[in-house]
Every structure is written in C-alpha cells, then in structure tokens.
C-alpha cells in the first residue's frame, strides 16, 4: 500500500477515489515516564521516553488507515495528514495521533 503526503502520484493516474480513510491511537505515558520527561526538561535534552510513545501511536494510527483503505479495495492513500494532541488535564499524560487521507485506485 502506498501511502503519501502529495495529493498525486507522478507518473501514475488515479483511475477511483474511494473517499477519506482514518486511524486514530491514543497512547498513555506511565508516571515513571512523566516523572523522567520532566527531569531531562530541567536539564536540556531530548525525551526518549515520548519520542517512542509518538513513534507507536503514528504506526498505530497509520496501520489502522491502511487497513481500512484495504478494505474499501485501495492500493493508495493520499494527502495522508498526521495529528498530534495531548489529552488531559495540565498537558495530560495521554498522547493521541490521528491519520487521515484520501483512498485511492491507480494504475
């Protein structure tokens, strides 16, 4: 399945649009993650922790879409756009990616 962010495929034509396809996950980072997040923010850094929490839920959430333009008889998915939210109180500790893009036929 290909699965792009342009709205075309060059060289290749569209021959059926199947309509709007997407995936959502929402992931939790456990306290002792928080409590490490907020440690390397004092000190500078990057937050490993998160960065693997934001790399999951995106293939989560990618997987989810492809599986269902799979269904619709897609071998595309194009003008895929990605979201990324907090959720909860203060920032919250939940983290949530939606996927969603165009299904498509081409030849």
Known sequence: ML???TPNI??????KYLGLV????ILGANIFKDFFASIRD???????AYEDELRKAKDIAIEEMVQQAKTLGANAILAV???YETIGSTGGS?????ASGTAVVYE
């Open 10 to 15: 060059e060289g290749k034509k569209i021959v």
């Open 22 to 25: 997407t995936g959502e996950a």
């Open 3 to 5: 699965v792009s962010t």
């Open 42 to 48: 004092i000190v500078g850094g990057r937050s490993g």
């Open 94 to 98: 939940m983290l949530m990616v939606s």
């Open 81 to 83: 756009d990605l979201d």
